[in-house]
């Protein structure tokens, strides 16, 4: 039986991060210059039953056995087995490695639960189709996030541009592929400062319970936003999209997610000829982005670390 090898990519949020979970849409994008990978290969000399899970990134080895029930390595791979109803699978060995940095904004425990799933199932013969792996990943992005919206395991199983709405219902969430009018390059700068999206989404939740009308409007506004926002990319009208992300930013910095570091790496974008410019994801630290001409991509990506960004990468978004 030969190894099997499955990829998933990253994502970024372009619109409506924080005001997704409570029932308003957003935008989200693959990023496929940063991905997840799963290998699962068989080993014949151990008992049937047998997984050992590798992660060499974060210095894990370990059997499925050995990792707490609770552990999200362990609850995708035990989700596959009960999935697919195959409680003893062959022995094997299951290797994670990412190149999406943790904690950034760009969806790397959603990645590796994709990736995970992908060459696991297709290992047991029993390959899962997108909605399966979807709905499995959503599962467990409810460890790493607590109140998921859903959108980085939609956008991430699918691989393409999506308008996303979140239902009342875990499985009854709503998406469209979109379709981009005109291909549009985003430079994705990286803070250095790790955020973890479950504390965000939390702090936004206390403040919402707080003071829920204030957040209800920022979340209303938003949802208005991100729907101008699906008519500029589907007409290509770039520019107008910058401006929008301009406005997103706006609305994120009321609802208290960005950051000092964000805001200078969003300020020098801006001022280095970014159309638009905003945090993408969690908040707080993570990753921005910055929707630029095609020409001012590097320009950008300079202005960025010179602000400060620990890294930078260009991604061409089309349908």
């Not at 460890?143 to 219902?169: C, M, Q, R, W």
């Not at 409007?217 to 992300?245: N, P, S, W, Y």
Request: proline share 6%.
């Amino acid at each position: 039986m030969p190894a099997i090898t499955a990829t998933a990519p990253g994502k970024a949020i372009l619109f409506g991060e924080h005001a997704v979970v409570y029932g308003q849409p957003a935008i989200a994008v693959p990023v496929t210059q940063v991905k997840a990978r799963a290998i699962v290969s068989p080993q014949p000399d151990r008992p049937r039953g047998w997984v050992g899970v590798q992660a060499p990134d974060i210095g894990l080895e370990k059997t499925l056995l050995d990792l707490p029930e609770d552990d999200p390595l362990s609850r995708v791979i035990g989700g596959v087995l009960e999935v697919t109803a195959i409680p003893q699978p062959p022995a094997c060995t299951i290797r994670i490695t990412s190149t999406i940095p943790i904690a950034a904004g760009l969806g790397s425990g959603a990645a590796i639960s994709v990736a995970i799933i992908r060459a696991f199932s297709e290992f047991l013969g029993r390959p899962l189709h997108d909605e399966q792996v979807s709905n499995l990943t959503f599962e467990v992005e409810k460890l790493h996030h607590g109140t998921p919206s859903g959108i980085d395991n939609t956008v991430i199983t699918y691989e393409t541009p999506i308008y996303f709405a979140k239902t009342s219902t875990d499985a009854g969430n709503q998406f469209v592929i979109l379709k981009v009018a005109r291909p549009f390059t985003l430079v994705i700068g990286d803070s250095g400062v790790s955020s973890p999206t479950a504390l965000t989404v939390g702090d936004v939740r206390q403040a919402w319970l707080e003071n829920s009308e204030f957040f209800e409007e920022l979340f209303v506004r938003t949802g208005d936003l991100v729907k101008h926002a699906r008519q500029a990319l589907e007409k290509g009208d770039i520019q107008v999209l910058g401006q929008l992300m301009d406005e997103n930013q706006a609305l994120l910095e009321k609802m208290g997610v960005s950051s000092a570091e964000l805001d200078r790496l969003i300020q020098a974008a801006r001022q280095a000829g970014a159309y638009g410019a905003k945090l993408s994801g969690g908040g707080r630290g993570g990753n921005m982005i910055a929707l630029v001409p095609d020409s001012a991509a590097g320009e950008v990506a300079e202005a960025l670390f010179t602000a400060g960004a620990t890294s930078t990468l260009v991604t061409i978004i089309r349908s």
